[in-house]
């Protein structure tokens, strides 16, 4: 996948509680994760860190909500940096909370319908993200980007998310937190998530081929969004959310590996990683390795293993 790759900082740290996050896109830089997407035939434009504009008054009715005024601004700078990067190449969102998907999910979708294809999102999470700024108890805004994608109201301080993403098109893997309120609403939508107590029955192969054939069938683009707490925390420490029982280390290197045979996605955010919170850099330099799988890393020549 010898792609021109557009890497767009977002250091945002508006949208949970454990402050860190902000130092995610330093932390893929320092990993060297330009310099190994170039190894792999890759160019690299690194256009910095997005600037939002200074935050305006806005309000919710949940009093649990912090930062929303920030968090909207994120947003809006997001939406302009990723329709702008969808644009030019193959945009890497390196963040920064969960909560930068409002905005980069944003853009991308408003490329998408621009070009006149439908846009598919995988969400590689421990949780479903599917509160609206009404339902959240915590107030922390990285627990509600899928319900904004998918067109839930009670955005109303938010932009209109363009072309909401229909259930059928939304694939949310490795799942394994959702409490109540996102449970009922999952199921309002029409959105059953492949949790990981599937991928313990079925694998991982058979859920995301499934998947990949759709957005194939429908010469869609495919955004991946991909959270540090996807990964087991054994493995992957660097995350404020931390939830037992992720993924492996070969089972994440599959779903890269997976990704990349499929020449389908189009777009990639990498997020919630903290580097107050890791290991002498292992978290970091995993979702780089991790990047480098998608984009074409192999251990095998695949072809010739019959030989």
């Not at 690299?44 to 909500?65: E, K």
């Not at 309120?181 to 599937?198: F, Q, S, Y």
Request: with cysteine; proline share 7%.
């Amino acid at each position: 996948m010898n792609q021109h790759c557009i890497l767009v900082g977002a250091p945002v740290d508006s949208g949970q509680s454990n402050p860190g996050c902000l130092m995610g896109p330093a932390s893929y830089r320092v990993a060297g994760l330009a310099a190994t997407l170039e190894d792999l035939g890759c160019t690299v434009d690194d256009r910095g860190d997005v600037a939002p504009c200074s935050p305006t008054a806005a309000s919710s009715p949940n009093p649990a909500i912090h930062h929303l005024p920030e968090t909207i601004e994120w947003t809006k700078a997001l939406a302009s940096a990723a329709q702008e990067a969808m644009a030019a190449g193959f945009p890497i969102f390196l963040g920064g909370d969960h909560s930068l998907s409002l905005g980069t999910v944003a853009g991308v979708a408003a490329h998408a319908q621009q070009q006149q294809r439908p846009l598919f999102v995988l969400w590689l999470d421990a949780h479903s993200d599917f509160h609206t700024p009404m339902t959240t108890r915590s107030g922390n805004l990285h627990g509600t980007p899928m319900a904004y994608i998918a067109g839930l109201g009670e955005f109303d301080a938010f932009p209109a998310f363009p072309n909401p993403v229909p259930a059928d098109r939304i694939c949310l893997f490795g799942i394994r937190s959702v409490d109540t309120d996102e449970r009922k609403a999952l199921r309002a939508h029409g959105i059953t998530p492949v949790d990981m107590r599937e991928l313990d029955e079925r694998g991982i192969v058979a859920p995301l081929s499934g998947f990949l054939d759709q957005v194939r069938d429908a010469n869609g683009l495919l955004h991946v969004s991909l959270d540090v707490d996807f990964l087991d925390p054994a493995i992957a420490p660097a995350v404020g959310t931390t939830v037992p029982g992720g993924a492996t280390f070969r089972e994440a290197h599959l779903v890269m590996e997976m990704l990349h045979e499929s020449q389908l996605v189009s777009s990639l955010d990498l997020v919630e990683l903290n580097p107050f919170l890791d290991e002498r850099g292992r978290t970091a330099r995993l979702m780089v390795d991790l990047t480098a799988s998608l984009m074409g890393r192999k251990v095998f020549d695949r072809v010739n293993r019959g030989l």
